[in-house]
């Protein structure tokens, strides 16, 4: 399919980390102003010659941009430029985690199209590219792209780093949808102190919102006001790890300035709501949907504005209903959920296609990445194949590099619908 663009927008650069986040939650702006926004604010996803953004919509297998801006060099626009006369293929996009980084030059090499990305960054001074995603469903897509000089290299910090600013990035696009489609109003609102001056009655419905609870939600407030302080730029990591991407699961924040200039927090209903099995509850649902794309319990602790045991809890309980016992049996099991929904054509087509996903794997990986999608450990994988447990975790390296994954979790959720002849 075709990468369309559209003329970008020019915006200065931005800075924090911080910065990034408190753009991605700016309720009053349409989408384009919004895109403008989170450019403006991504310097600390700068490689030194600027970031692009891209907002997509999939309809009938056709990516189109509907809006995107830029700031930086020539080299920046060069490659936007440049990436919107190639032919990319997204199908693995409908599935798979909810949010993604790494270098850009690996991605194109996991589709068979290294050359094709060489071509692109050929004479402007462009080696690599990190590429930041996130995804509504299987039909709204935010990337921002950083160029680099230098090959891409995801560090654990900076891989932590990423996972952080994407999730709230899914989360921002999240709420603007809700807020687009339903009109969502703040079910509650707080002064800068955390102090509640407004709670709706639908926060009431069916959570509960006792004192107890409305003072852990005071104390999120509290949380995103110290990181959005002076510890912004004095510890940026900290300030980041104050501000979650949902309060107690279910709310994002943002801001309001009347007109006299006081300031207020509005918390907006935002939880993933992924589609799952009836006998899962909303929250195990929403934990699943990040475990199957990979992501570790802290991270859905930060995606979900949980405690760490909270969400063990959770996926363990999840994990019995459904009579699964591993992360890889798990993810194989949610694709293969996933793939008859009326919205997920695309993710059929693509679970159905995994084959040439495959292409690069010699026979003996193949049947290593299919038996561990299906969640067998690696003792049980030697066992099976004759062969030494250091020889199965070689080929799941060699997996995993082909593949761009990075977990069994993360393996099943992109071969989960194969299976073998």
């Excluded at 006792?210 to 006001?225: H, L």
């Excluded at 959770?314 to 016992?325: D, P």
């Excluded at 450990?377 to 080929?395: H, K, L, Y």
Aim: proline fraction near 4%; hydrophobic fraction near 45%.
């Amino acid at each position: 399919m075709l990468l369309k663009t559209k003329s970008p927008v020019l915006l200065p650069p931005g800075t924090c980390p911080v910065d990034l986040i408190e753009a991605t939650y700016q309720v009053g702006v349409d989408r384009r102003a919004w895109l403008e926004g989170l450019v403006d604010a991504s310097g600390a996803l700068d490689h030194g010659l600027g970031v692009f953004g891209l907002l997509q919509h999939l309809a009938n297998d056709e990516l189109e941009t509907v809006h995107v801006a830029a700031k930086g060099s020539d080299p920046t626009l060069a490659l936007l430029e440049r990436l919107g006369n190639l032919e990319i293929p997204f199908d693995h996009l409908a599935v798979g985690p909810l949010t993604h980084s790494g270098s850009m030059r690996e991605e194109f090499t996991n589709v068979a199209a290294t050359e094709t990305f060489d071509a692109a960054v050929a004479g402007i001074g462009v080696r690599d590219a990190a590429a930041h995603m996130a995804r509504l469903g299987n039909e709204w897509f935010l990337t921002l792209v950083a160029p680099s000089r230098e090959a891409v290299v995801a560090t654990p910090a900076r891989r932590r780093r990423w996972s952080r600013m994407t999730t709230h990035l899914a989360t921002g696009l999240r709420l603007r949808q809700r807020l687009s489609e339903l009109g969502t109003v703040a079910e509650l609102v707080f002064d800068a102190k955390g102090r509640a001056l407004h709670v709706e009655p639908s926060a009431l419905e069916n959570h509960g919102t006792t004192r107890a609870r409305m003072s852990q939600i005071a104390d999120g407030v509290k949380a995103v006001e110290r990181a959005r302080g002076a510890l912004r730029a004095d510890d940026a990591e900290l300030a980041m790890s104050l501000w979650t991407a949902l309060i107690e699961g279910r709310w994002s924040l943002a801001d309001r300035v009347d007109s006299d200039g006081k300031r207020f927090v509005l918390a907006f209903r935002n939880e993933l709501g992924a589609p799952g099995p009836p006998e899962l509850s909303p929250r195990e649902r929403d934990v699943v949907a990040w475990a199957v794309g990979g992501a570790s319990l802290k991270e859905i602790g930060y995606a979900m504005g949980l405690a760490i045991s909270t969400v063990g809890e959770q996926l363990k309980r999840a994990m019995h209903k459904l009579r699964v016992t591993s992360r890889g049996e798990l993810a194989a099991m949610w694709a293969n959920m996933q793939a008859p929904m009326p919205a997920g054509d695309l993710a059929k087509v693509a679970l159905e296609g995994r084959e040439d996903v495959l292409a690069g794997l010699s026979e003996a990986e193949l049947e290593v990445a299919r038996r561990a999608a299906c969640g067998e450990s690696t003792a049980r994988i030697a066992a099976a194949r004759g062969t030494s447990e250091s020889t199965v975790t070689n080929q799941l390296g060699a997996i995993y590099r082909k593949l761009n994954v990075s977990s069994k979790a993360e393996l099943a959720a992109l071969v989960g619908g194969v299976r073998g002849g």
